[in-house]
C-alpha cells in the first residue's frame, strides 16, 4: 500500500471536512468548519492513496515554543495501518525543523498520542494562548478532552 503525504491544497478541504465531520458525528473529535479549514489550509498535511484522500491533520503553532497537533483523522477503513502515526512523526519532524520545542494535542484519543510518545499534561499547565481559541468552542469551559505533549 502506497501512502502519499503531502500538504494539502484547497481541492482538498471537502474530503478533509467529511473526514473530520465523520469522527465529529460520533463525538470522537471536534468538528471544524469549512471556513475555518480554509483559513488554515498552509497547515495541513494529507495522506492519500489512490487519489483518495485517506488521512489528514495539522500542525497549528501557537507561540515560539509550542505548536498543537490538530483535526487529525484517518478514513475508518485505514485505521490500525500506520497513517495517523506517520502524520504525527511529520508533524514532529516540521516541529523540529522550525525550532519547536513542545508539541501538544488536545485529544479524545489519549491512548494514540501514547503510542506516539506523548505524556499527559494538566490543562491547566499549558500556555494561556492555547485558550485564545477555545472560548468558541461549543463544549468550552466544560472540554473533555484530555492534553498530551512531547517536548524536545
Not at 70 to 97: T, W
Request: aromatic share 10%.
Amino acid at each position: 500500500m502506497e501512502v502519499i503525504y503531502r500538504k494539502a491544497k484547497i481541492s482538498d478541504v471537502e474530503d478533509i471536512h467529511q473526514l473530520v465531520t465523520n469522527y465529529a458525528s460520533k463525538n470522537l473529535m471536534l468538528a471544524r468548519s469549512r471556513s475555518s479549514l480554509y483559513e488554515g489550509i498552509r497547515e495541513f498535511i494529507v495522506a492519500e492513496y489512490n487519489g483518495k484522500i485517506i488521512g489528514s491533520g495539522s500542525l497549528h503553532i501557537i507561540w515560539e515554543d509550542i505548536a498543537e497537533i490538530r483535526a487529525l483523522a484517518v478514513h475508518p477503513d485505514h485505521i490500525q495501518k500506520g497513517i495517523g502515526q506517520k502524520m504525527v512523526n511529520l508533524f514532529l519532524e516540521e516541529a523540529r525543523q522550525l525550532e519547536i520545542k513542545r508539541v501538544f494535542a488536545l485529544t479524545y484519543q489519549s491512548g494514540f498520542f501514547e503510542r506516539c510518545g506523548f505524556h499527559f499534561i494538566a490543562k491547566e499547565d499549558l500556555p494561556q494562548k492555547v485558550w485564545k481559541e477555545c472560548v468558541n468552542c461549543p463544549l468550552f469551559p466544560n472540554c473533555e478532552e484530555n492534553a498530551l505533549i512531547l517536548e524536545f
